[in-house]
Nanobody, 123 residues
């Protein structure tokens, strides 16, 4: 099993940058595809970015493509989400998740979840 803990959320001005981190426990971390999802008030949880376990294939939602970058360091059991050119509509709780499926399309396809970290972008 994998346990995930997100960090790095906070308040940032529009146009700014923020990097989220997800620390994972478990020897089999490198066996999992990792994803970042977010949920804004009154909206469904949506997939933002995902990376296959080997790191050679990624997915990005159209709304964040070119602005967000997912990466992982298997040696540190950590996955990151670098968020640049942030917009107020990026405001949401961001979740880290792990799955053996590729590509993950919905939240139902993830096996393990972090607790979430709040990202607020001011205008």
């Amino acid at each position: 099993q994998v346990q995930l803990v997100e960090s790095g959320g906070g308040l940032v001005q529009a146009g700014g940058s923020l990097r989220l981190s997800c620390a994972a426990s478990g020897r089999a971390f490198s066996d999992y595809n990792m994803g970042w999802l977010r949920q804004a008030p009154g909206k469904e949880r949506e997939s933002v970015a995902a990376m296959i376990w080997g790191g050679d294939s990624t997915y990005y939602a159209d709304s964040v493509k070119g602005r967000f970058t997912i990466s992982r360091d298997n040696a540190k059991n950590t996955v990151y989400l670098q968020m640049n050119s942030l917009k107020p509509e990026d405001t949401a709780v961001y979740y880290c998740a792990a799955t053996t499926l590729w590509p993950p399309r919905t939240s139902y396809e993830y096996n393990y979840w972090g607790q979430g970290t709040q990202v607020t972008v001011s205008s």
